[in-house]
């Protein structure tokens, strides 16, 4: 027997059993973007190599160790993507969709990071990214907030999350708080970890998203970054505040929180949660007015945010909010025969033309009529339509309600629809 290929470790199959879950959470994502005026963007997996080291930074984990790069047959360096912002700024520039224009796009799908998989974190993963573009000011960044509070709410988990948000201000007020940042931590070099000493002289800021415990009190002792910002981005921030109040999103403001990509300034923010221990945030994003310039472009202002599927899957699961419902107006037609096969298949062709939104299942298997009734149950159908020796020799159809327990009915096949609006629901 030949030897069996196993998935890449850290890139999941998702089986059908959980395929309807991850649907039904999907299903609540676009509808809520939808009553947002939001539209769908899509774009490919694979971009060149230079777009991410571009705008995500080169002194990043992300593009120092967890990216999938390789050479094609031309020689190009391409590269899974790692994140979607940079990806779909790209197409829209390509396309002229930034022109003098206002943008609300969201987008799914896979994407990739060598990382060293556990749960909650897989190097396969999936995100719904939404970005707003051409919209300055806080009044965008607050409908995004609200836009993640309807996901919540519909997903059955909004008193499981903290809103956590800091400001990160203008670029010229980043390089003036490195430098206050760098004197800070050289003093305390001795506390440093590798990773740490090493973006010291080249990504301080990003020391400040350590997740190295024992760096945790050197990090919230550090000079914040709040105390340096000119007025300017100080009313922003206190703007985004106060519409937070009044929108009665309860928050707490993180002086440490700068996101894990260079291309953010001004308002960021992380929702986290205590249910998933060390994997707490399940969305996160800001704003990123330069990056649209620094792939060039004309300058634009651009928000967003990004979660994982996987993420908020685990959540609802821990949780026990993930309930595979059945239809309740699903069809099993168990058939005697291939003659009373054909038959059913030809019968389930009318029932769908009439019904597009009810599941009819035929079995096609075969099998004895009690094996054929326990798939039946077992499919959670609502009702089993028979078709035995007697129905095909009558030209009629037999009708058993699996769930509510009322008598079998036999009716003419040719009316079938008709007799089925007493049953659906």
Known sequence: MAERIQAIRGMNDVLPETTALWRSIEHVFMSVLSSYGYQEIRFPLVES??????????????????????NDLNGD?????????????????QHGLLHNQQQKLWYLGPMFRHERPQKGRYRQFNQLGVEAFGMSGPMVELELISICRK??????????????VNTLGELAERQRYKKILVEYLT???????????????RNPLRILDSKNPEMQQLVANAPKLIDVLDEKSREHFQTFCEGLDALSVPYVVNPVLVRGLDYYGHTVFEWVTDKLGSQATVCAGGRYDLLVDQLGGNPTPAVGFALGIERI???????????????????YIIAVNDEAVVRGLIISEIIRSAYPQIEVSVNTAGGSFKSQFKKADKSGARLALILGEDELATQQISIKDLRNGAEQISVDQNTINQVLKDYLE
């Open 49 to 70: 190599t230079q777009l991410f080291k571009r705008t995500i930074g080169e002194v990043t984990d992300i593009v120092e160790k967890e990216m999938y790069t390789f």
């Open 77 to 93: 360096s391409i590269t899974l993507r790692p994140e979607g912002t940079a990806g779909c700024v790209r197409a829209c520039l």
């Open 151 to 164: 996901f919540w709410e519909q997903l059955g988990f909004a008193n499981c999350v903290q809103l956590q």
């Open 187 to 201: 003093d305390h070099e001795h506390q440093l970890d590798e990773d740490s000493k090493r973006r010291l002289t």
């Open 313 to 331: 899957y685990l959540l609802m699961e821990t949780l026990g909010l993930l309930k595979n419902e059945t239809n309740k107006n699903a069809l």
